[in-house]
């Protein structure tokens, strides 16, 4: 276990830190290419999507929720592990990657609703069945004792063909084979009652037990019925009720005189070009909203309205292109 999170706590962020593709497009590619817009390309940086993230995130939280019960240390590989993809996400994401378009909180919200609530109902099924199985050695103690033909010292050998010496006496117990996985027999909730004939448990053991299968039969019942619950909120309710509810607070600062704000535009993202395509007339709006600037052309040499004006005027086509896009219209503010 401790091998897993130790590759999960190097992997992802030296993939990350190294970019081999983005070095040798910067470092080789990008020098060799015949002029200044293919090139731009090389530098663009390396494109992320925010659901990978949340991925290794949830990959990590549900590891130490199931396997935290028989390795306490899982807890502490977490936080070294979520450290370390923390601080290098955080300088790939200003240093390395791309900018993406804004997104809002509906992956948080779905990951921490559903995922994280499915982390710890795995979390109360696994800790069940692992104090059920202790000592995980499928041997259970009969009343009987070992006979003469078993007793004296014998010899076994481990994986590494080392040597084992095993002395059985007069007081040795017998031992019978009985399986100590409730998973594998399909058993739910794991409480001591369905071990049969055969019996592992110790008193304390069986207490334990107790408190944890039923604990997670409630864990389960309480958690599902949120998830459905939430579910019917998000896709029933907001239809028939108004449950919208408003964030923030007017603080007297208009929109225009907040710096380096972005405007919501139709834009369209072409790999082959290091700058968007703007989808409308960018005559009715002020360009510092854009987000960008191209030091070598204007905006309108990424303007689709001017190609498609330029086209129809081009092919004596009377008609006007504004009719095919959004319109994007800005009114300062009166003093």
């Known amino acids: 276990v401790a091998a897993i999170f130790i590759t999960e706590m190097v992997k992802i962020p030296i993939i990350n830190l190294t970019d081999i593709v983005g070095n040798i497009k910067r470092h080789i590619l990008g020098p060799r290419k ?12 390396k494109k992320y999507e925010l659901s990978e993230r949340y991925t290794e995130l949830t990959k990590v939280m549900f590891m130490t929720f199931f396997y935290g019960t028989i390795f306490p240390a899982a807890y502490f590989f977490a936080f070294a592990t979520l450290t370390v993809h923390y601080l290098t ?13 804004a997104l809002g909180y509906q992956i948080s919200r779905f990951s921490r609703g559903y ?26 103690k009969l009343d009987s004792y070992a006979t003469e033909a078993y007793q004296g010292t014998h010899y076994a050998s481990n ?31 794991a409480l001591p009652r ?29 958690l ?6 939430r579910g019917f909120k998000d896709s029933v309710m907001d239809i028939f009720f108004n449950v919208y509810k408003p964030e923030g607070g007017v603080e007297g600062t208009s929109f225009s005189n907040v710096k380096d704000i972005n405007a919501y535009v139709p834009e ?4 082959e070009i290091p ?8 005559s009715g709006i002020d360009t510092r909203f854009l987000g960008w600037e191209d030091l070598d052309r204007p905006y309108e040499y990424y303007s689709l309205f001017n190609d498609m004006e330029a086209f129809l005027k081009n092919n004596g086509i009377n008609a006007k292109g504004k009719h095919n896009f959004s319109i994007v219209k800005y009114w300062p503010p009166s003093d």
């Not at 015949?34 to 940086?45: A, E, I, V």
């Not at 104090?131 to 050695?137: I, K």
Request: proline share 5%; net charge neutral; with cysteine.
């Open 268 to 271: 369209i993202t072409v790999k």
């Open 159 to 189: 994986l590494d063909n080392t040597t084992i010496p095993i002395t059985i006496s007069a007081g040795t117990p017998n031992y019978q084979f009985c399986r100590q996985d409730f998973f594998y027999l399909g058993v739910f909730p």
């Open 34 to 45: 015949p002029n200044q817009r293919t090139m731009n390309l090389c530098f663009t940086g």
């Open 115 to 140: 995922f994280f609530t499915a982390a710890i109902i795995a979390f109360a099924i696994a800790a069940a069945y692992f104090y059920s199985g202790f000592p995980f050695d499928n041997a259970c």
């Open 89 to 101: 996400d955080k300088w790939c994401l200003l240093r390395m990657w791309r900018q993406q378009p």
């Open 194 to 222: 369905f071990q049969g004939d055969l019996k592992w448990m110790s008193e304390g053991q069986e207490q334990i037990c107790k408190f944890y299968g039923w604990t997670s039969i409630v864990i389960i019942i309480t």
């Open 224 to 229: 599902v019925i949120i998830m459905i619950l």
């Open 275 to 282: 700058f968007p395509l703007l989808a409308f007339d960018t």
